[in-house]
């Protein structure tokens, strides 16, 4: 047992569901997906966000990434050794009632997997987090572990797989495993949403996969670009955005000040104050 180095309480790793870590929303009593019938039959069933939240945070569908994030979670990385690691998947994360969407990828090893809250403990967090706080979008511009205060301003940031990948790559079975997850928490949140933002490629064909999305009468797809703008037959604006991973902020393909120009842009098509 490691002590959470914000709250003081003890924890193994993975994290045993419901026992106090911050923003844990499952118990010992939440089922459990142990394959993809199961993660489909209990996303459908799921009729609210924090019952959603609670059985992504317990599934075990995907054998090897069920492995290697409870592996990670034991072994560490030697900055984080005396901290306990979340281990388990990521729910979606913000409000329950978004107006802006943002899709990532998957958790990070040693980010999200460790703090349980998405984006959470890493680089690309930093620079996300910085950014939305410098668009009002959230409350404070750092975010270090899932007890620090964050508040989100009318957004929610999810993900297409909740489970962090070996090199940061999941299967396509994996991916297939686990989009029933993500096309749940769109089912109950679709109503509110009137921006997404794709945090790179992958995240903009997720986005235009989602359930009456951006269904049209055999029209092309938009393709992805950074900046670019897609107006959806469902009246949902999409925008497209370089991920923001150490290596793209690293080599300058993505900077601080064109994170802000995408997120002042949304919030403001988004109608947020
Ligand atoms: S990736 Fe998704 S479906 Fe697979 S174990 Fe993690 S949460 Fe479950």
């Keep these: ?34 394959d993809a019938a199961q993660v489909v039959t209990l996303a459908r069933e799921a009729g609210s966000i924090p019952e959603l939240d609670a059985v992504i945070s317990v599934c075990r569908a995907c054998p090897r990434l069920v492995t290697w994030r409870e592996d990670v979670a034991v072994a560490k990385r030697r900055a984080f050794a005396d901290q306990p690691y979340w281990g388990r998947p990521v729910p979606g994360w913000g409000s329950e009632r978004p107006w802006l969407l943002i899709v990532g990828l998957a958790p990070a090893a040693h980010g999200a997997n460790r703090t349980g809250r998405m984006f959470t403990g890493d680089r690309s967090g930093d620079q996300l987090y910085a950014a939305l706080y410098r668009a009002g979008l959230v409350n404070q511009p750092i975010s270090i572990d899932a007890a620090d205060g964050l508040r989100a301003n009318q957004i929610r940031i999810v993900a297409p797989v909740r489970c962090a990948p070996p090199a940061n790559a999941p299967t396509p079975a994996e991916r297939l495993t686990c989009s029933p997850w993500l096309d749940a928490e769109w089912r109950l949140v679709a109503d509110e949403v009137r921006v997404i933002v794709a945090l790179g490629g992958f995240a903009w064909q997720v986005a235009l996969g989602l359930p009456g999305l951006a269904r049209t009468a055999g029209g092309r797809k938009p393709k992805f670009g950074h900046g670019v703008v897609a107006d959806l037959p469902s009246g949902v604006r999409l925008l497209g955005c370089y991920h923001p991973s150490q290596q793209n902020m690293f080599t300058g393909r993505l900077t601080p000040a064109m994170l802000d120009d995408i997120f002042t842009k949304a919030k403001k098509r988004a109608g947020i104050n």
């Design 1 to 34: 047992m490691l002590t959470h180095p914000n709250t003081g309480q003890t924890f193994g790793s993975p994290v045993a569901p419901g026992t106090g870590w911050p923003g844990d929303p499952a118990t010992a009593q939440t089922p459990v997906a142990a």
